[in-house]
């Protein structure tokens, strides 16, 4: 069992930056292929990002690409989100996952795909 931990979400203005940590804890011994998605305000969950378990491997949406970065601390058990240019429609609860079936050089895009799950952080631009 893998349990992960957000932090880092809040209220930004918009063109702001946040940056999201993921905290893993339990079974870490293995590598994980690491996904983050948000649920805007009375919308479906979305992909938002996704890195490979050899951590050379991203994928973004065009919504985000460019503005938002994913990355891993491997050492530390820790994920990361960088979201600069933030704008209105980012302000979602974002969640971290963690996908145990996927190959070494690839990424997840589809919430199926993922075994664990966050709780969810909250994350607010205005505009």
């Known amino acids: 069992q893998v349990q992960l931990v957000e932090s880092g979400g809040g209220l930004v203005q918009a063109g702001g930056s946040l940056r999201l940590s993921c905290a893993a804890s339990g079974r870490t011994s293995s590598t994980y292929a690491m996904g983050w998605f948000r649920q805007p305000p009375g919308k479906e969950r979305e992909f938002v990002a996704a890195l490979s378990r050899s951590g050379y491997t991203t994928y973004y949406p065009n919504s985000v690409k460019g503005r938002f970065t994913i990355s891993r601390d491997q050492r530390q058990n820790m994920v990361y989100l960088q979201m600069n240019s933030l704008k209105s429609e980012d302000t979602a609860v974002y969640s971290c996952?963690?996908?145990?079936?996927?190959?070494?050089?690839?990424?997840?895009?589809?919430?199926?795909?993922?075994?664990?799950w966050g709780q969810g952080i909250q994350v607010t631009v205005s505009s």
């Open positions: 996952a963690a996908a145990t079936s996927v190959s070494w050089n690839g990424v997840a895009t589809a919430e199926t795909l993922y075994d664990y």
